[in-house]
C-alpha cells in the first residue's frame, strides 16, 4: 500500500493474554512454580473463548508460559483456533523473588522474537500471566493512568481478566499501540481524557 508515493510499511500485531481462571483455593500449591494451580472448568471455558477470538484475529502462533493454567489455555484456544503451540520458559509467572526489572529483562527477548515473527507471517499471541504482561504494558510505554484503569477492574489488580487479550500494534519501527481487545467478561473501557491544544 502507498501513500503519497511511498510504501507503508506493514502492520505487526503481538497479542499478550492471560491464561483462564485457575483454582485459586488450592492453597498447598505455588502459584509461580511449575505446575502451579490448574485452571477450573470456568477458566476452559474462557480459554475456548479466547481461541475464537485469536482465530477470528488470524493468529498464526501461540508461544505459552510452562506453567500449567497458561499452558492449558493456550492448548484449549490453539484447539479452537487450528494454531501450533510453544511452551516458553521466559513468559511464566512473575516469581516471588523477581522485582519488575527482572521479569522484563526475561520477557522482552521473546516479544521481540514474537515482533519478528509478526512482522514475517503474522499475529502472534503470548500466553502468560497478569504480572508480567503489566511489566510489558508499562515498559513498552502503556501510561500510567490506562493500565489502572484496567487493574482496578479485574482480580488480584491484573491490567486484563483471565483469559482476556491486550492487542500491541505498530507500523514498520514505531511505537507500540496498545489496547485491550478481548474479555470473557464486561468491563469498561478505557477513555483518554481530552486534549486541548
Known amino acids: 500500500m502507498k501513500s503519497n508515493g511511498t510504501a507503508t510499511p506493514a502492520k505487526t500485531i503481538v497479542y499478550l493474554a492471560r491464561h483462564g481462571t485457575p483454582d485459586w483455593n488450592m492453597k498447598d500449591i505455588r502459584y509461580d512454580v511449575p505446575p502451579g494451580p490448574p485452571l477450573v472448568e470456568k477458566g476452559e471455558r474462557e480459554a475456548r473463548q479466547l481461541g475464537e477470538f485469536l482465530r477470528d484475529a488470524g493468529v498464526r502462533t501461540v508461544y505459552a508460559s510452562p506453567l ?4 492449558r489455555t493456550a492448548e484449549l484456544a490453539g484447539d479452537v483456533a487450528g494454531l501450533p503451540i510453544t511452551v516458553v520458559d521466559s ?14 529483562a526475561r520477557f522482552v527477548a521473546c516479544f521481540e522474537a514474537a515482533a519478528e515473527e509478526a512482522a514475517a507471517t503474522g499475529p502472534v499471541a503470548l500466553v502468560s500471566h497478569g504480572g508480567p504482561v503489566r511489566v510489558m504494558l508499562e515498559r513498552l510505554g502503556v501510561s500510567s493512568d490506562h493500565v489502572w ?18 492487542e500491541l500494534s505498530r507500523y514498520g519501527s514505531g511505537p507500540w499501540e496498545a489496547r485491550l481487545v478481548f474479555s470473557p467478561q464486561t468491563y469498561t473501557a478505557f477513555q483518554p481524557a481530552p486534549v486541548f491544544v
Open 68 to 71: 500449567v493454567r497458561a499452558q
Open 91 to 104: 513468559i511464566a509467572e512473575y516469581r516471588r523473588e523477581e522485582n519488575d526489572d527482572a521479569v522484563f
Open 149 to 166: 484503569h484496567y487493574r482496578r477492574q479485574f482480580d488480584h489488580q491484573n491490567p486484563l481478566p483471565p483469559a482476556g487479550a491486550w
